[in-house]
């Protein structure tokens, strides 16, 4: 594999040879979001607190496990994995203590992905700061150095817990992101990003605590780096780049005033305080606070309700002893006392609100501050931080700008920062209203990137009516996010790297039903979107090895797993006789027939016996075994619209791609390439082509000039089927038709499943 590297050539992906490279992931894995020490899904309260006793040793999975996913998500025709992690996982026993342990299966995994030749980028991932203020990623002693007690969050609502909620089952649906509007994680971000500014009292180990929580960030991803470097062997070959802080968000910084819910909060739901009301309540005040609700129309108020903390407050009290963790907090800084107060915003003696618009301007210069202000300052001002240490032992790392989600990218270009020529910008979309509501409307949608933008006189112009419509509109967004980035940051790559579908729509319907009509659809059109916006790379959120029907991610309520153990993968290619692979045995300038004989399916660790098939491609609730989990949502198990993200792609093009793209509903791929003269005879392009659209024969393909095969090709037991094509120069166009199934109808090779299930080995057709 040496030498097996991206490199970034006019704004493009290029390998060894030359050739374009787009980036198909996907995120692995949503385990890598709670510990498996204990295990603790957000469902799960007990011991919840204990989290300087946890370990992420065994997340996203174990590195014995790996080849299974990795065979699976190789199957699916992905090339790139972001590889999720959190700061938890690497500094949860305390400041400094780093769980070698986690790093060392880490290593394991990311040597286990060489093999099956994926690119990987690291993922330093974040939710609303932390599972402990109702998200992931930092760990808990951070929210007691800033102050904060998370055990009276509950009470004031200073974040809503899913391990804390009284009535777990009842936990509203994507609740989790309306705590970046509550006072534990807007004041963590604020502290983090800008506390030198707008906290100078906070003062821990003689240092800001600004500098305090971001050197201790950065200092734990720069350690896995340099034990990334010293294994030696993944470095550039496997891993090829890092992602900055997922989401960043500004917390309270550039509130124009504290007592009003800014413009730029587009997501209420349940009960929504101000800024200056979740600080009362975070000091034990009782406050009526309005209720929101999500439509297909967006938000819309509900009425108002009453937080009343009954006197407990979310700041840790007086004479709370901080040894435990080992740093010193400056006598100037208070516990017990809110620590707005403590720097004027407030007036606890009475309530009184003295400065709503502190966070609204830089103290020292005066500046107005929103969100480009923002980014531009307080984020960039991290980000090289980050990227320079990172560098420090990744040398040629390829770094991946996140900024804010949906907001605008840093204007850096034609400056050092954007002359980076390892720099990709990594924004992230969402359809909100899909994912809010959790149904797919083929009616209508908005676009949501025009309106945050500005580009409607009124949000009624920004509706979009039809699927045809809502599917253009989708493509648009994502173009017009690609455009930001080309215009502020400068000719770099664009890889969208989170974007997915809720997959319970419909109260759970696919799953009493089986009919993943709905899903297919949304998740057709999310890939119709990036395939045609022009990106240079995507990685879909999320693969996650557990995923049910009852629990979903077993994250918050969400559900967005391509995989579930409840579902069933979509039958596996045929595997071909040895004497066929080795790619030659398809003729030139026509379809490969299949070999005569019968199919044979593949199991997920790549070697196939009567001992390990039942295990490997029987998923659990559709086995023999029982099962505690509702009947009716294991009863007809689905393919959970697997032939909407299983679609053909180009792998590598001897040209620049101008165009591309997969109709489902015609089950057709096109693509368009601008070839140079100078073409390799030896570097083809070359298109991953699922034999489940496509079988070899019956399929047919069109070509603009040249020649072309389709084969099957094992690569470490895992068996895809590729089209190669030499073709001549200039403009070059490829046209492939498949067969056009009944989505999610059982089929032929279902028939396998149910014999194997029943331990009818000599109708498996083995070898």
């Known amino acids: 594999m040496a030498g097996f590297r991206l490199t970034i050539e006019d704004g493009k992906f290029c390998d060894e040879h030359g050739r374009q490279v787009i980036l198909r992931g996907i995120n692995v894995a949503g385990e890598a979001k709670y510990p498996s020490r204990p295990d603790q899904p957000s469902h799960v309260p007990d011991d919840f607190f204990d989290g300087d006793n946890v370990s992420f040793s065994k997340r996203p999975f174990s590195k014995d496990e790996a080849h299974l996913h990795f065979s699976r998500l190789k199957r699916f025709g992905y090339n790139t994995i972001r590889y999720v992690f959190t700061w938890e996982a690497i500094e949860a026993a305390g400041p400094g203590i780093y769980d070698e342990e986690w790093i060392e299966n880490t290593i394991g995994i990311l040597r286990a992905a060489k093999s099956y030749g994926f690119y990987i980028f690291m993922d330093p991932h974040q ?109 550039n070959d496997v891993v090829f780049g890092w992602e900055s802080f997922n989401e960043p968000n500004k917390g309270m910084i550039g509130y124009e005033d504290i007592s009003v819910i800014p413009k730029e909060q587009a997501l209420k739901k349940g009960t929504c305080p101000t800024i200056w009301q979740t600080i009362l309540t975070g000091s034990g005040r009782a406050v009526e606070v309005e209720t929101w609700d999500m439509g297909g129309l967006g938000p819309y108020k509900v009425g108002r309700t009453l937080i009343d903390p009954h ?62 202000y923002f980014t531009n300052n307080y984020f960039m001002d991290f980000y090289r931080k980050y990227r320079d240490l990172i560098r420090t032992y990744h040398k040629d790392a390829i770094m991946l700008l996140q900024g804010p989600a949906m907001e605008l990218p840093p204007q850096i270009k034609d400056t050092p920062d954007g002359d980076d020529p390892l720099l990709v910008y990594a924004p992230h979309w969402y359809d909100g209203i899909t994912l809010m509501t959790k149904k797919w409307n083929r009616n209508w949608n908005v676009d949501v990137i025009g309106v945050l933008r500005g580009r409607y006189w009124h949000p009624a112009f920004a509706v979009k009516l039809g699927e045809t419509a809502i599917r253009n509109c989708f493509k648009d967004q994502h173009a017009a996010m690609r455009q930001e980035g080309l215009d502020r940051i400068g ?265 194997c299930n029943q331990g009818a080995w000599s109708n498996c057709n083995l070898m």
């Open 127 to 235: 939710d609303v700061w932390s599972r402990f203020s109702g998200g992931s990623g930092a760990p808990m002693w951070t929210l007691y150095a800033a102050g904060l007690n998370p055990q009276s969050f509950a009470a004031t609502e200073a974040a809503i817990v899913h391990n804390t909620y009284p009535e777990e089952k009842t936990y509203p649906k994507m609740i989790w992101a309306t705590n970046y509007y509550r006072l534990a994680a807007a004041t963590l971000f604020t502290l983090f990003f800008a506390g030198k500014d707008f906290a100078p009292k906070c003062i821990i180990d003689g240092m800001n605590i600004q500098d305090y929580l971001q050197g201790h960030f950065l200092r734990a991803c720069a350690h896995l780096a340099k034990r990334i470097h010293e294994a030696g062997d993944i470095e």
């Open 311 to 372: 006197g407990e407050i979310a700041w840790l009290p007086v004479g709370y002893d901080d040894s435990r963790y080992g740093y010193k907090r400056d006598p100037g800084w208070k516990l017990g006392e809110c620590v707005w107060a403590q720097h004027g915003v407030w007036d606890p003696s009475t309530d009184t609100l003295l400065q709503k618009d502190y966070f609204g301007k830089h103290p020292t210069t005066g500046d107005t501050i929103d969100y480009p």
């Open 491 to 755: 000719n770099h790559p664009c890889v969208m790297t989170e974007f997915g579908i809720p997959y319970d729509m419909d109260n759970q319907y696919a799953y009493k039903t089986g009919d993943y009509a709905s899903q297919s659809a949304a998740m057709d059109a999310n890939h119709y979107a990036v395939e045609g916006a022009g990106l240079e790379g995507y990685t879909l959120w999320l693969y996650m090895s557990r995923n049910n029907h009852e629990r979903g991610d077993h994250w918050n309520g969400e559900d967005l797993s391509i995989f579930s153990v409840d579902d069933k993968l979509l039958p596996l290619p045929q595997r071909p006789r040895s004497s066929e692979l080795d790619g030659s045995t398809s003729s030139l300038l026509k379809p490969t027939t299949s070999a005569a004989g019968s199919r044979e399916e593949q199991d997920d660790d790549g070697s196939v016996t009567p001992a390990n098939l039942k295990r490997s491609i029987t998923n659990p609730s559709i086995s023999s075994e029982a099962t505690t989990r509702q009947p009716e949502l294991t009863a007809a198990p689905g393919h959970r619209a697997a032939e909407a993200y299983v679609r053909p792609a180009p792998i590598c093009a001897a040209g620049v791609i101008t165009d591309y793209g997969f109709d489902l509903r015609r089950c057709f791929f096109h693509l368009t390439i601008k070839a140079p003269k100078a073409a390799d005879t030896d570097a083809p392009t070359v298109v991953f082509l699922p034999e489940y659209h496509f079988p070899k024969d019956a399929c047919s393909v069109e070509v603009s000039s040249g020649k072309w095969e389709i084969s099957s090709d094992e690569d470490e037991t895992v068996l895809l089927q590729r089209l190669r094509w030499w073709h001549d120069d200039g403009t070059q166009t490829l046209k492939v038709s498949g067969v056009v199934r009944k989505h999610n109808a059982g089929e032929g090779p279902e028939d396998f499943y149910e014999q």
